[in-house]
């Protein structure tokens, strides 16, 4: 027998879950599937502990459908944006971008990735349209004029109008329908992990850059009444591989070093997590009653918090497309304009966050004084700092 819903979500992490949550807000019936039951507790095994910037445009969606108010009471906000060019340990150019320039919200807020997921889970616990079913694959995909059929693991059959892939860079929704990647590669590895310190941030979030990679310090809520930051050190892979495996007080040390001290001493308070980087575009977002959505249709390195709020606007544009015409769910009209108004966007910042990681590992001076000289450049213009803010939240 098979199920009948309007949407099926193929994919269970943040991304999935917030289209359920989505979907759902919107009248419709969804069915969201997931391989593994989502870890919702920080000191459980194989618990996500990155953090994720949720940028306004992110958090106008999460009020619209009802999940801020759950997800705001943890968030820190990012109120500035502070670009450090290092030379050494020492700071030699700094820069802010404050969101008062441009608005009268902070930037963004950001959260932990395990909270979301566990603040997601209990919300969609009180929709009676969305039925989650983790511990569930996706098998096989058919897809005909009027509706998409999954085959799941446990060989249970679901019927959509519309099929959204959200199962992640290695989609097997996509790699079923034959959808071609565009990949960047970069020898990279990034270090994901929390800290505390005695300096409090201030709700700054500090980019450095010296070689190899961006070293980013972003706001947390404080931990027992200490000032805590999120971390994400991007380096070469070879060297992020030897910082990961450092001992705690030599990788404290190297903290000190990399951080410029702006924070004073960072006290390690998580496992570290270890990234490859990578950057990949599907060559196209849409298949007859398919959309790709989040990184099963886009991956970037975590510079500038795009990574996840381009895949709640995907979310966002989806969801309206769905809202403004109920009866051409899935149908080749609304997939076109999904296509349409998603895929240069995307290629767009896809092609934006290439160039500004490459630039962020050159490791000659005469290459990092350019990278430094186009900083201050484009911070002293006014109308092109304030376009770069609201190109960073999202705008076009």
């Avoid at 953090?51 to 992110?58: E, V």
């Avoid at 977002?285 to 606007?313: C, D, K, T, Y």
Wanted: proline share 7%; glycine share 10%.
């Amino acid at each position: 027998m098979t199920e009948q819903f309007d949407i099926v979500i193929s994919g269970g992490g943040i991304a999935g879950l917030v289209a359920s949550a989505a979907f759902g807000d919107a009248g419709f019936s969804v069915a969201c599937i997931d391989p593994e039951p989502p870890i919702t507790a920080e000191a459980a095994l194989g618990a996500d502990t990155r953090t994720t910037a949720l940028m306004q445009p992110s958090v106008a969606l999460l009020r619209e459908i009802g999940l801020w108010p759950r997800l705001a009471p943890y968030a820190a906000p990012l109120q500035v944006m502070r670009i450090i060019e290092a030379e050494g340990a020492e700071a030699r150019l700094t820069r802010d971008f404050d969101a008062a320039d441009i608005s009268a919200e902070p930037f963004g807020w950001n959260l932990p990735n395990w909270l979301i997921r566990r603040e997601l889970v209990a919300h969609l616990a009180g929709m009676g349209r969305v039925s989650f079913r983790p511990g569930l694959a996706t098998q096989r995909v058919f897809t005909r004029e009027g509706a998409a059929e999954v085959v799941l693991s446990d060989n249970s059959r679901l019927s959509a109008r519309l099929l959204a892939a959200a199962d992640g860079r290695a989609s097997p929704v996509r790699q079923a329908l034959g959808i071609g990647l565009r990949q960047f590669r970069y020898g990279q590895k990034a270090l994901a992990f929390t800290v505390t310190h005695p300096v409090p941030h201030e709700n700054v979030s500090t980019e450095i850059h010296r070689s190899g990679g961006p070293f980013t310090l972003v706001p947390l809520p404080d931990r027992g009444g200490v000032p805590a930051s999120a971390i994400v050190w991007m380096d070469r892979g070879p060297e992020a591989e030897r910082l990961a495996a450092l001992p705690v007080a030599e990788f404290e040390a190297a903290l000190a070093d990399r951080s410029c001290g702006i924070l004073g001493p960072l006290t390690l308070t998580s496992k570290r997590a270890l990234w490859p980087m990578s950057a990949q575009i599907a060559r196209r977002f849409v298949a007859e009653r398919v959309a790709l959505i989040a990184e099963a249709a886009h991956v970037v390195p975590p510079i500038g918090a795009q990574g996840l709020n381009m895949s709640l606007a995907d979310i966002a544009c989806l969801t309206n497309l769905a809202r403004q015409d109920p009866a051409g769910l899935g149908g080749a009209a609304m997939l076109a304009a999904y296509q349409r108004r998603r895929w240069p966007e995307v290629a767009a910042r896809v092609a934006a966050i290439d160039t500004l990681n490459r630039a962020s590992m050159v490791g000659g001076r005469p290459l990092r004084d350019l990278r430094a000289g186009a900083l201050a450049a484009m911070h002293a213009l006014t109308p092109l700092r304030r376009g770069v803010m609201r190109a960073g939240l999202g705008a076009r």
